[in-house]
Every structure is written in structure tokens, then in C-alpha cells.
């Protein structure tokens, strides 16, 4: 482009035009030639759809060109031919180059295919062709008809010959008998094969025709019949009539997307069938399809690359886009996260409608790989590592669980917090473990329940009381930490529940541990002053209460074990911090503001169970005018019993809009009918080091970076109590991936991505039921060794619902035998049950090899049988029977090779036209055979990218545990001198706890000379005021 925008110059200059102008124009006028050459009607009505977006680049274009062209007045005419001569000798130079790696390129495919294709190379036997058919049989009775009618007319033709020859042989005997002489020549007419034709001989000679035609017609069908009878078969599918779809149907059925590199409309899916291009990039691709070498391999690919060929498609995928669960059956280096996995998560994020994407990565090289490539297709990537702590996200199971608790959710805190102990502490099967098992797991569950909740009140209490990060406080960790400091230690108390530290001789007193007079005291205190949560760490305590003080030590070692992971300090750090929003995953953009009608709590708010109208709009430049854009139009939502108005919002806004929620519905009170609120919205976006205004890019997609949504009110009714502090927006434009890197080695870690599967799909499950029923984002989980997790409570519930809500599961395993043993022969069978494709790569079990080959059905063969006789070998008996034969044997599955799989389809309706359709299984083989990332995606899956290479933002990285601590003795005392200080003072409150100074690291030794003058004037002042008083 910039040496035809320099030949365009020249010539402008020379023609005394315009040279911007001229270079416009010409610009213009090729591109749209171009358009109308390449281009189709439907091509051109997508680019009128997306002509923003064209505009855009158009202004840039000319902003490039205007650029350019200020450097070219500026260029002297020497340096201009310098360069323009530098660049010209620089292509024709690089032109034999391009001609001798393409001529590489077809000479070595020739090759290739040549040694697959010539009999006496290609030395590989026949697998899967089980029957020897005869070279000639009838299927129906209507060969039997056109056989006959192909016999009658060739009975009709020999009739005409015979006739015309008779006639001749009658007329030379005639004039033979008439004439003595013997030079009477017979007429060769008579023996022309032009008389097969002479139809005329029925009306010349009908009494020799007829006869002739009517004998030749019997003759025919006679034989027409023997044939038939002789050829027949009798082949008529009893024994079976399966079989695998046939490319075209496949082709009529799935959606056609590119293999690599373009984006394309609608949504990602599952690839079902793969076809390469009748193009250079897809032939070099089949080529390597079917012969790899490991020298050679990555000549042919530089080679592409140098051509430009290797970034742009070379096949195209079928994929299934409907929301559909898939199992898939791989063992170990089968090839399913080279042929599978990887191009599974590649087809998905290159969908113009992208899902959000949970990937189990139990090595970490898809996040490696991938990171750079998702990055630039637009995604937030996230990792939640268990191979490096340090370079992770933070996550905090009980994170779902305070800000339920924080907003007043009681029900729901509780909830969340039972659904983080089910997890931790349920290890038996449904249906199994019923005895003691079961009761150990139950009351742990509840001791964790109890727990929980209590710093849930201790927090909500400290805060009250100046300790601004009491909810920091809600951890794993410090629920251990109080279970092994109260539940270890006992004391004396008296009938009053009162600890008695010196007991007397007729003192009747009562031997219990530290734990059960917390929580006696917990619910003493709740008597004089009502708390929720201590009612419910209460309730929750007692479940766990009824055995004896001595049994209560096995309860606490029970509970206790289920724990000791998170007393480990990376554990503890990372899961301390929270950093991951799960309903941002399916829902990343909410609108949630609080309503009140007053501050005091004991008047009834009068916007509970209230209906609000939303609409939001914002305003198009028109030409001169402004045009109001409408993206959401009054869409209903209620206020919950807290309160809260929680919205979601589908489409994505513009940098500012307009939010205008209206009460008037017919539903409401009349008290809140008038009640209409506008607020305003405008995108922040990041700004780049140094003075200047200029907006950080993203250094991978070039997107602008969005900081924040900043919110106004812009109006309210009069006495409104709505503060900027009660509205919250939760806002991104871009949907998420996240990686579970799970370490092999590490098997103790993986109950942590157990429960992180477990609340993602719970938050994003119930925020669908209340918001329109379907996530905005699909959600697709793709776990391989699915089976190294710890089962995931509920998952056959959660597989069987979750695709009404857009949550897809694409699950790996290596045998059917693992799932069997993970989650029982009763929820396995629902799990495979509700997965309607089911991917069969490769398996060296025999049970699950048969089961595969049972499903995919049996066919009818014809079997032949030859007996001969010693005396009559010339003239052998041949019988002809029909077997039952499976389409693929389990021993044939156990031998596919690589690219090659089986895939099971439970669930389709209707091909793309509309007409009904049968699921027939698919067999992927020899010019469908799956390709490998290796062979086409290097540059989209990179295995050279490294952690090192990625930027990852720990907020528990650094994190000293201290500083977050409860010590569990001291808030025990607390606890107790609160209960006496309520008897004579109903409104004191807890004392928050003491936190210990961690040391300090500092970026220089100026800070630390600050921070300790800082420290040494605050304790003078200490002093001071102490000593004043």
C-alpha cells in the first residue's frame, strides 16, 4: 500500500492533480473493483451491518495516508527514489524465493500423496472392511423389472435383425429357384447391424415379427428371472441396520466454520467433522495428516509461513452450536488435548457471540499456550493455580457467603456456606455410606456451619465497633484456627454457665470445652440483643451437640480433617483474598441498587417485593441532530426482601447512557407509583503513564482499557434516600476464560477446584432463574481428567439443568470405569445419560471398548460358504447366509490410530433445512481424521510461551496472615466480657480484635526512616494524653 500511495504521488505530481485526491480516489475505486470481483451480495450487506466499524478504520486510513504524505513533501526526490528503489529490488529479490518454496510445497505433497496412494507403497491392510460382496447382486425386485425390459429390448432389436436376415436368406433361396444360373448373389444387406433398428419389420413381416418377438420377449424375462434369483439379496438388514452418517449428511446437519485464524458468526460448539480446503494451505495440511516427520515437519511449516499461508484457514470444522454436554473418552497420550481439547477452546473463542470458558488444566499448558491468543480475541484471562500459589488468582470459597452476608441475605449466606462444608466434608456416594460415614460427615458439616457463621457475627459486630476490615477476617484458616484453639482446651463451669477457674469442694461444676461455652454464650447474649447470625450459629452448633464431651473430640478431629489443607500458608494466602466475581462469569454486566424509604430499620421499607420498569438509552450523533438509542426498554425486575434491586444487563452500552427506573407498575403500592429515578453512566477508561491525556491500550487486542463506570444521579423524588454508595455496577464489555491448573502430583489441591466448579455454577445458576433464565455469557466447562477432581456435589443435577441456562459441560475422561468409580453406577449413568455427544478418541479398557461398540449398533452382512467336491472341485457349492456384525468391534475401537475417533450423538432433531433427522454415529477417518494443533495452530497455541511470559496480579501474593488473623482465645474472652457488659449496658458492643504489627517491607530506606518517625511521634502522643489524664 505505501508504494502504490508513492506511484499514485508521483504520477499526481506529474499530472498536476491533487495527489490526495488522486490517491482517494484510486484507493477507492480499486477497493470497490476489488469488492465486486471478490465479494458476494451477502458479503456486502454483512459489511453494510458493520459499517461503523468500517468507518473507523477508514478515518485511520486516512489519518495513516495524510501522514505518509506529510512525510513525502517533506522527503527529498533522492531519498524518495532511494527508497522506492530499496523496496522494489527488496520484492523482486524475495520473488524466487516465494517461487522455489512454493514449487517445494507441491512437489512434496505430490510426494506425499503418491506413497499414500500408489497399491504397491501404501502398504497398510484394510481395517474396517469386514464383508466380501459380490461383484454383482439385485437388491429389490425392480431389478428384476428393468433387467426384464432391458432384456425385451434387446429381444426387440435381434427380432428386427432376424427378420431383415430371413427376408434376405428367403429372397436369395427364391431367386435361386427361379434362376438355373448360380452367379445369384445373396444381398448383404441382410447382415447389416443397421437392421437391429428396422422397427418397420412388424408392418412388413408381421407373421415372421410377431412369433420371433413374442419367443425372444419369453426368453428375456425368463432370464431376466433366473438372474434375479441367481444374484438376488436376500439382504434385508434383519440382524441390524445401523451405520455411520455419511459426509453429506454431516454436511446438511452442522454448522460450517473455519479451522483456524477467522472469526465467524453465531456461537462456538463442539467440531463434529473435519474437511480440509482445495487450497495449498489445506493439501499441506492433509499432508501432514498422513505422514509426519519430525525433521521435515517444521521445514514445511516455515515454509508456509514465509508464503503467508499458515495464518489463514486450510479447512473448515462442522461444529454442533446448540447448548449441548459432551463426554469425551481419551487415555492417557491419546491425543485428545492436541486433537480435541485445543481446538474445542479455539473454535469457541474465535465466535463472534464468545462464551465464557472454564478450562481444567491439569499440566497448565493450555494457559501457557493460549494465553496471547485470548488475550488478543478479546477475553479476561484468569488462572486459578495450584502449581505456583504465588502466580494466581485469589479465590475464597467463603467470598459468595459474605457478600450475602453482608447485604442482609441470611437464607442465602447460610446456604453458601453449607454448599463450601458439603464439599468439603461429603466423600460418600449417593445412595452409599449411610451409617457412620455419613453421621461423621454430617456433623462436621454442621461444627463448619456453626463456625463460619459465628465470625460471620463477629465481623458484622467488629465492624460496628471501628474494625474496618472485619470481614477480612471470614477464612478458611481462621475457622480452623478456632476450631484447634477452643475445641482442644476445657473448663469448669457452673450451672449458670459461668467458668469457674478455682472451683470449690461442694461446687457442682461441669468439665466442657472452650468451643461449646462459646457458643452457650453466643446464645445467651442473642436472648438480650437478636442477631441472626448467632441464631443460626447457634442452631447449626447444636446439630453437632448431642454427642458427649468425649465423643465431641472425635467430632472435632472429624471436622478437623477435612481442613487441615487450608492451615498450610500458600493455601491460607490464597484463599484469604478474593479476586474472581463467579456471577461475573455467565453475567458480567449487573445493575444492583438499594432501595430504602427510611433510615430506621424497625419502619417497614416500602419498596420491598416492589416492581421497578428499567429502560437505558443514550444518544447518537444524527448529521446535526442527536438520536436517542433505546438498548433496553422498560424490562421489569423486583426488590428483593433486602431491598436490593438487581438487574441484568444483555447488550453492551456505550461510553455514556442513561438508566431510568420507573415504579409506576400495576403491581405496586400506590405509596411508591410516583417514585422515578434517572441515573447516568460513563465509561472510565485507564489512562497511560506520564503528563498527557492518552488512554492505555491493551498491549494484546489494542482496546482501550476500561477502569470503571462511573454513576450519577442525575434525578431523584424528593426525600429520597438513595446514596451513590447504594448503587453498585458491575460492568465488562469482555467475556471470561479461566484456567484450574491442578498439579497431577497434588491431588489434595484438587478439592479446592471441586468447590470452585460447585459455586460457580450455583451463583451463576440461580442469578439465571431470577434474570431472563439463560446466563448472557454461555458458560462452557471443559474439564479434562475430569475424574482426577473430587466429586462435585450434585453433578448430576447440575448437568442435567444447566443447559436451559447456557452452562455446557465438555467432560474428559479415560475410561467409563473412572467414572463408575468417582461418582457411582447410578449418577455416572445420569451424567452419560445427559450428554448427547459422546467423543470416543481412544481406550485400553475392555469394558468400555465394548460399550462403545454396543452402542454403536450392529449391521447385516452377507456371509458366503464354498464346499467342493474332491471328484467335482470345478463345480464348488457356494451358500449364502446373513451374520450380525458390530460396526466397529471393541478390539478395532481399542486400535484407532491417531486423528481417528468415534462420535455418538444422542440428541438431533433437525438438519439446517429443517427436515428430520437420524443420529447415526460418526465415524472421523482417513480424509477426516482430526488434525493436530501441532500441524496447523502453533502460532495460535504457542507450547514455547512459559509462565514467566505472563502477567499475573495476585492480590494474596505478599499477603503476611497476621494481619488477618482472629485469635481465637482473645475474642473468647471477649465474647464473655461482652455478655456481662450487655446485663448493665445494653448498647456496648464487641471489642474488635488486636491486631499484631507484621513487620513492614519498604521500597527504600527513605519510607523506612518515614514510617518510623510516623511510629515514634504517635507514641509521644500516646504518652502525652495519657499522662495528661
Known amino acids: 500500500m505505501v508504494m502504490l500511495d508513492y506511484v499514485v504521488y508521483v504520477f499526481g505530481r506529474l499530472l498536476g492533480i491533487n495527489p ?136 426387440l432389436m435381434l427380432t428386427n435383425y432376424v427378420v431383415a436376415l430371413l427376408r434376405a436368406c428367403f429372397h436369395y433361396l427364391y431367386l435361386t429357384l427361379q434362376s438355373k444360373s448360380l452367379e445369384i448373389a445373396f444381398d448383404q444387406t441382410g447382415l447389416a447391424f443397421s437392421n437391429l433398428w428396422w422397427f418397420a419389420s412388424f408392418s412388413v413381416a408381421p407373421i415372421l415379427a410377431v412369433p420371433i418377438f413374442l419367443l425372444g420377449l419369453g426368453l428375456a424375462w425368463r432370464s431376466a428371472w433366473i438372474n434375479f434369483e441367481q444374484y438376488r439379496n436376500y439382504n434385508n438388514n434383519e440382524e441390524g441396520d445401523d451405520r455411520f452418517a455419511t459426509e453429506q449428511e454431516i454436511k446438511d446437519q452442522y454448522i460450517k466454520v473455519p479451522n483456524k485464524a477467522a472469526s465467524f458468526e453465531g456461537n462456538g460448539g463442539i467440531p463434529v467433522f473435519h474437511e480440509t480446503k482445495k487450497s495449498l494451505g489445506g493439501v499441506t495440511l492433509r499432508s501432514h495428516i498422513i505422514w509426519q516427520n519430525r525433521k521435515i515437519s517444521p521445514i514445511i511449516t516455515h515454509a508456509q509461513k514465509i508464503l503467508g499461508i499458515y495464518g489463514k484457514p486450510s479447512g473448515y470444522y462442522y461444529i454442533e452450536t446448540n447448548p449441548t454436554n459432551m463426554l469425551g473418552l481419551g487415555t492417557t497420550r491419546s491425543g485428545k488435548g492436541e486433537g480435541f481439547i485445543t481446538e474445542t477452546i479455539d473454535i469457541n473463542s474465535r465466535a463472534k457471540e464468545k462464551p465464557s470458558m472454564v478450562i481444567a488444566d491439569p499440566k497448565g499448558e493450555h494457559y501457557q499456550s493460549s494465553y496471547k491468543t485470548m488475550r488478543q480475541r478479546g477475553y479476561d484471562v484468569e488462572v486459578l493455580s495450584f502449581q505456583n500459589m504465588d502466580w494466581s488468582m485469589s479465590y475464597n470459597p467463603l467470598a459468595l457467603a459474605i457478600e450475602a452476608a453482608k447485604k442482609g441475605y441470611y437464607e442465602k449466606a447460610q446456604t453458601y456456606v453449607n454448599a463450601v462444608a458439603e464439599a468439603i466434608y461429603r466423600k460418600t456416594k449417593p445412595g452409599v455410606g449411610n451409617g457412620n460415614a455419613k453421621y461423621w460427615e454430617d456433623t462436621s458439616i454442621s461444627l463448619f456451619n456453626a463456625i463460619t457463621i459465628a465470625l460471620f457475627d463477629r465481623a458484622n459486630e467488629a465492624l460496628q465497633n471501628g474494625e474496618d476490615d472485619a470481614w477480612d477476617t471470614v477464612t478458611i484458616r481462621n475457622v480452623a484456627k478456632f476450631l484447634t484453639d477452643l475445641g482442644s482446651e476445657e473448663v469448669l463451669v457452673d450451672s449458670s454457665g459461668m467458668i469457674v477457674e478455682e472451683p470449690m469442694d461442694d461446687q457442682i461444676l461441669t468439665k466442657k470445652s472452650k468451643l461449646t461455652v462459646y457458643f452457650d454464650n453466643l446464645r445467651q447474649i442473642n436472648q438480650r440483643r437478636f442477631s441472626k447470625f448467632r441464631e443460626m450459629a447457634d442452631i447449626n452448633f447444636r446439630a453437632s451437640d448431642f454427642a458427649s464431651e468425649e465423643t465431641k473430640g472425635n467430632v472435632f478431629s472429624s471436622m478437623m480433617a477435612g481442613i487441615t489443607l487450608f492451615l498450610q500458608d500458600n493455601v491460607a494466602k490464597l484463599t484469604s483474598k478474593n479476586a474472581i466475581d463467579l456471577t461475573s462469569v455467565g453475567f458480567p454486566r449487573r445493575l444492583a441498587i438499594r432501595f430504602r424509604s427510611s433510615h430506621n430499620r424497625q419502619l417497614k421499607n416500602a419498596f420491598l417485593h416492589q416492581t421497578a420498569k428499567i429502560t437505558m438509552t443514550s444518544h447518537k450523533q444524527w448529521g446535526k441532530s442527536q438520536k436517542e438509542v433505546v438498548h433496553v426498554k422498560e424490562a421489569t425486575a423486583l426488590v428483593d426482601e433486602a431491598g436490593y434491586l438487581t438487574f441484568v444487563i444483555a447488550p453492551k452500552l456505550p461510553d455514556t447512557f442513561q438508566i431510568r427506573i420507573d415504579f409506576n407498575h400495576d403491581a405496586n403500592d400506590e405509596a411508591v407509583k410516583d417514585q422515578v429515578f434517572l441515573l447516568q453512566g460513563t465509561k472510565v477508561y485507564q489512562k497511560a503513564g506520564g503528563l498527557g491525556k492518552r488512554l492505555k491500550k491493551d498491549p494484546y487486542s489494542g482496546e482501550t482499557m476500561l477502569d470503571k463506570v462511573s454513576i450519577t444521579i442525575q434525578e431523584a423524588p424528593k426525600g429520597s434516600l438513595l446514596q451513590l454508595e447504594d448503587i453498585e455496577l458491575t460492568y465488562s464489555d469482555k467475556p471470561k476464560v479461566i484456567y484450574l491448573v491442578t498439579p497431577p502430583n497434588q491431588v489434595a489441591y484438587n478439592a479446592l477446584v471441586s468447590l470452585f466448579l460447585d459455586q460457580l455454577f450455583n451463583a451463576n445458576y440461580e442469578m439465571a432463574l431470577s434474570s431472563g433464565r439463560k446466563t448472557v455469557h454461555r458458560i462452557v466447562h471443559v474439564l479434562d481428567e475430569f475424574t482426577n477432581i473430587p466429586m462435585i456435589p450434585h453433578m448430576e443435577t447440575k448437568i442435567s439443568i444447566g443447559l436451559g441456562q447456557n452452562i455446557l459441560y465438555y467432560l474428559w475422561v479415560q475410561n467409563l470405569e473412572q467414572l463408575n468409580d468417582k461418582y457411582g453406577d447410578n449418577v455416572s449413568a445420569t451424567i452419560r445419560s445427559n450428554c448427547s455427544i459422546e467423543v470416543y478418541i481412544k481406550s485400553n479398557s475392555d469394558k468400555t471398548n465394548s460399550a462403545y461398540s454396543k452402542a454403536l449398533g450392529t449391521r447385516t452382512i452377507t456371509s458366503r460358504h464354498r464346499s467342493a467336491n474332491i471328484i467335482d472341485e470345478a463345480n464348488p457349492n457356494v451358500s449364502v447366509t446373513q451374520k450380525k456384525q458390530e460396526l466397529l468391534t471393541p478390539t478395532q475401537l481399542s486400535k484407532l490410530q491417531e486423528g481417528e475417533a468415534v462420535i455418538l450423538r444422542g440428541v438431533k432433531g433437525r438438519d439446517k433445512k429443517g427436515r428430520k433427522v437420524t443420529t447415526d454415529p460418526i465415524f472421523l477417518r482417513e480424509k477426516t481424521s482430526l488434525p493436530y494443533r501441532y500441524m496447523f495452530l502453533e502460532d495460535a497455541f504457542d507450547q514455547s510461551m512459559t509462565l514467566s511470559d505472563i502477567p499475573v496480579k495476585s492480590d494474596h501474593r505478599g499477603l503476611d496472615l497476621q494481619d488477618i488473623a482472629v485469635d481465637a482465645k482473645t475474642n473468647f474472652n471477649h465474647m464473655i466480657a461482652w455478655r456481662y457488659d450487655l446485663i448493665s449496658n445494653p448498647e456496648s458492643r464487641l471489642a474488635g480484635r488486636k491486631r499484631p504489627q507484621a513487620p513492614k517491607q519498604f521500597e527504600s530506606i527513605d519510607d523506612l526512616y518515614e514510617e518510623t518517625a510516623i511510629d515514634l511521634f504517635q507514641e509521644d502522643s500516646d504518652y502525652t494524653m495519657t499522662d495528661v489524664s
Not at 60 to 86: E, N, P, V
Not at 115 to 143: C, G, Q, V
Request: glycine share 6%; proline share 3%; net charge positive.
Open 20 to 155: 490526495i485526491l488522486a490517491i482517494v480516489g484510486t484507493g477507492s475505486i480499486s477497493y470497490g473493483l476489488w469488492g465486486i470481483l471478490k465479494r458476494s451480495w451477502s458479503s456486502f450487506t454483512n459489511g453494510w451491518r458493520h459499517r461503523k466499524v468500517f468507518l473507523k478504520r477508514y478515518k485511520h486510513f486516512i489519518y495513516d495516508l495524510r501522514s505518509s504524505l506529510s512525510q513525502l513533501k517533506t522527503m527529498k526526490a533522492s531519498h524518495f527514489a532511494k527508497s522506492f528503489g530499496c523496496q522494489s529490488i527488496k520484492w523482486i529479490r524475495m520473488i524466487p524465493q516465494w517461487l522455489f518454496i512454493f514449487l517445494l510445497l507441491v512437489v512434496w505433497n505430490l510426494v506425499v500423496r503418491a506413497l499414500d496412494y500408489l497399491p504397491f507403497i501404501h502398504w497398510e491392510r484394510k481395517r474396517f472392511a469386514k464383508e466380501m460382496r459380490p461383484i454383482l447382486y439385485f437388491k429389490t425386485p425392480r431389478s428384476f423389472v428393468v433387467m426384464g425390459l432391458a432384456f425385451s429390448v434387446i429381444a
